[in-house]
């Protein structure tokens, strides 16, 4: 046989009313009387009883039928009430209410006193059920509350799951169209020189300045570059000769007048142009590196000779030369424009 649903059965249903019913009578009564004897505060009620001493508290759930006192209480609380005004404190606590309204006030506790024990088993059985309720509605939303906690979490992982297959097909998709834009822009531009790449390990920065640092002509320019050089050298030479020389009766001014003296001989300057060190008269500031390579004494095949040079000592310029007398003319260059 199935067990029956919790609930309250209809005899205890019954006695629960029944009672509730007598006391709220009751607590009505109470309140006519306690308007009848002129309505006394409750700490005064307090005040005045003797025995038992009554308290605010149990005069307020007295008149509100929240609980039905006791007969010594309630014949108490009807003996302060309906005793006179007029009364000093001993007399008034010597004072004894109406046996009729005391056996009356009796014979109403009684009956609701009565209802109270019936309805008490059915309040327990009423307590019982009502505790059941709670304890199985309490174990109810346990199992909602975990059931939805699970649920939540399945939603979480298969959102989890989706969202990382949507952007693995994202990443898929991007591979695809980045390739086929490749693959148009080569075929758009085939004749397109693909762009030089650097070594490995190399950056764009270090490979231009290593790049500058050791820049050299090619092989096949250097010939050319030394003869063109060698070329000018020997022309601005040639120049510098002609406006160095001259006849012997015509009139220089100071500075051919010092050239003169540095190089007696013009006819040796010519042939220097043509020597094959032009490493030795051709200088470069110092720490600088020259474009090409120049000809030395050791790679030249057929050693030229060297001029004889005259009896007479050519004074050689110092590395720092004396300062350069202002050009004046002679006195010959004088007499003979005169």
Same mark, same amino acid.
């Given at each position: 046989?199935?067990?029956?649903?919790?609930?309250? &059965?209809?005899?205890?249903?019954?006695?629960?009313?029944?009672? &509730?019913?007598?006391?709220? *009578?009751?607590?009505?009564? =109470?309140?006519? =009387?306690? @308007?009848?004897?002129?309505? %006394?505060?409750?700490?005064?009620?307090?005040?005045?009883?003797?025995?038992?001493?009554?308290?605010?508290?149990?005069?307020?759930?007295?008149?509100?039928?929240?609980?039905?006192?006791?007969?010594?209480?309630?014949?108490?609380?009807?003996?302060?009430?309906?005793?006179?005004? $007029?009364?000093?404190?001993?007399?008034?606590?010597?004072?004894?209410?109406?046996?009729?309204?005391? &056996?009356?006030?009796?014979?109403?506790?009684?009956?609701?006193?009565? =209802?109270?024990?019936?309805? /008490?088993? *059915?309040? !327990?059985?009423?307590?019982?059920?009502?505790?059941?309720?709670?304890?199985?509605?309490?174990?109810?939303?346990?199992?909602?509350?975990? +059931?939805?906690?699970?649920?939540?979490?399945?939603?979480?992982?298969?959102?989890?799951?989706?969202?990382?297959? @949507?952007? +693995?097909?994202?990443?898929?998709?991007?591979?695809?169209? =980045?390739? !086929?834009?490749?693959?148009?822009? +080569?075929?758009?531009?085939?004749? !397109? %020189?693909?762009?030089?790449?650097?070594?490995? $390990?190399?950056?764009?920065?270090?490979?231009?300045?290593?790049?500058? !640092? $050791? *820049?050299?002509?090619?092989?096949?320019?250097?010939?050319?570059?030394?003869?063109?050089?060698?070329?000018?050298?020997?022309?601005?030479?040639?120049?510098?000769?002609?406006?160095?020389?001259?006849?012997?009766? $015509?009139?220089?001014?100071? /500075?051919t007048q010092a050239a003169g003296r540095l190089a007696p001989d013009p006819a040796r300057v010519r042939p220097a142009a043509f020597t094959v060190e032009p490493a030795a008269f051709i200088s470069l500031p110092p720490g600088a590196r020259a474009p090409f390579s120049m000809p030395t004494a050791t790679s030249s095949p057929t050693p030229e000779t060297s001029p004889t040079p005259d009896a007479s000592p050519t004074p050689s310029p110092s590395?720092?030369?004396? %300062?350069? %007398?202002?050009?004046?003319?002679?006195?010959?260059?004088?007499?003979?424009?005169?």
């Amino acid at each position: 046989m199935a067990a029956e649903e919790p609930g309250v &059965e209809p005899q205890d249903r019954e006695a629960i009313e029944a009672y &509730e019913a007598s006391l709220a *009578a009751f607590a009505e009564k =109470l309140n006519l =009387l306690h @308007i009848a004897g002129g309505t %006394p505060s409750y700490a005064a009620i307090a005040s005045a009883s003797v025995r038992p001493r009554l308290t605010t508290t149990g005069v307020n759930e007295m008149l509100s039928g929240k609980r039905l006192p006791s007969l010594e209480s309630l014949l108490e609380f009807v003996r302060v009430v309906t005793t006179p005004s $007029g009364l000093d404190k001993p007399a008034a606590q010597k004072f004894r209410a109406e046996a009729a309204l005391v &056996e009356e006030w009796r014979g109403l506790w009684q009956d609701t006193k009565l =209802l109270q024990r019936r309805a /008490q088993p *059915a309040s !327990r059985r009423l307590k019982v059920t009502v505790r059941q309720i709670h304890d199985d509605a309490v174990r109810e939303a346990e199992a909602v509350r975990t +059931a939805a906690h699970a649920e939540a979490e399945r939603i979480r992982t298969s959102a989890h799951t989706d969202a990382e297959g @949507i952007l +693995a097909q994202a990443h898929r998709d991007a591979d695809q169209v =980045l390739g !086929r834009a490749h693959e148009t822009a +080569a075929a758009a531009t085939p004749d !397109r %020189p693909e762009p030089q790449r650097l070594p490995r $390990g190399t950056s764009r920065r270090g490979w231009l300045a290593g790049a500058g !640092r $050791g *820049a050299a002509l090619p092989s096949g320019v250097r010939p050319a570059a030394a003869v063109l050089a060698v070329t000018v050298l020997a022309v601005a030479t040639v120049l510098v000769g002609d406006s160095l020389t001259g006849s012997s009766g $015509g009139c220089h001014d100071g /500075q051919t007048q010092a050239a003169g003296r540095l190089a007696p001989d013009p006819a040796r300057v010519r042939p220097a142009a043509f020597t094959v060190e032009p490493a030795a008269f051709i200088s470069l500031p110092p720490g600088a590196r020259a474009p090409f390579s120049m000809p030395t004494a050791t790679s030249s095949p057929t050693p030229e000779t060297s001029p004889t040079p005259d009896a007479s000592p050519t004074p050689s310029p110092s590395a720092t030369p004396s %300062p350069t %007398p202002s050009p004046s003319k002679s006195g010959r260059c004088t007499n003979s424009s005169t």
